[in-house]
């Protein structure tokens, strides 16, 4: 079966760096995602590494190691918008519809 | 303004009554598909839809129906719904549903089922 893993809770100060792991077991592997999902709203993309290393985006970066099932979204300079649940996602090609799956998602809290 | 939209937003109903959550993206993607999410569980998906006329179940499909008979629609009808489909619903849609593709999603529906 599929399966993601990943912290159901996080926190952290403003300013500082966090990170939240996620490891997968799963048929097939296409990549690795990453969404945010502010409370009361819809999951929006953060970034994708569908090979070995580290992808940054501002603030954000995602890293993956294929060989070890693992992944870790970066945030640095947390800000108090960055409040939010993160997920890692893999779509698999062993699943019909190249069906992305989820892991239950961190809930990271910025305190000031 | 791309975007995928969902209604109601916001439903409470009674046991076995038959309902529909509708969604429309208006990017001309292909791939489109229903979402739950449950607290500590994650999105887990209903239904996909690769294109028109095609559909098929994704992980926790039971109780759920869903048609695609044009590209910009895809409503998701609960025949006679029970409270275990208490849930917030997501519709979501990307280009042609690849590895790659982004996944733009609906604003969500919350779902209470008496």
């Known amino acids: 079966g599929q399966s993601l893993e990943q912290p159901s809770e996080v926190t952290a100060v403003e300013g500082a760096i966090v990170q939240i792991n996620c490891t997968y077991q799963?048929?097939?592997?296409?990549?690795l995602s990453w969404y945010q999902q502010h409370d009361g709203g819809a999951p929006t993309f953060l970034s994708y590494n569908g090979l070995d290393g580290l992808e940054e985006t501002g603030r954000f970066s995602s890293f993956l190691s294929r060989s070890d099932s693992y992944g870790y979204l970066l945030l640095q300079e947390l800000q108090m918008k960055d409040s939010a649940s993160y997920f890692c996602a893999v779509r698999d090609p062993a699943q019909a519809g190249n069906m992305l799956t989820f892991g239950g998602g961190t809930r990271l809290m910025v305190k000031p | 303004e791309a975007q995928v939209t969902q209604n109601p937003r916001y439903l409470i109903t009674v046991t076995g009554k038959k309902l529909t959550v509708t969604c429309s993206q208006n990017m001309n993607h292909e791939y489109m598909s229903w979402y739950r999410q449950d607290p500590g569980l994650g999105l887990r998906q209903i239904y996909y839809s690769m294109n028109v006329e095609v559909t098929d179940k994704g992980d926790v499909p039971e109780g759920y129906k869903v048609s695609r008979k044009e590209k910009r629609n895809f409503p998701l009808i609960l025949e006679s719904p029970s409270p275990n489909q208490t849930s917030l619903y997501f519709c979501?849609?990307?280009?042609?549903?690849?590895?790659?593709?982004?996944?733009?999603f609906g604003p969500g529906t919350r779902l209470t089922v008496l």
């Open positions: 979501a849609s990307s280009l042609k549903g690849s590895p790659t593709d982004t996944q733009y």
């Open positions: 799963t048929s097939g592997f296409y990549g």
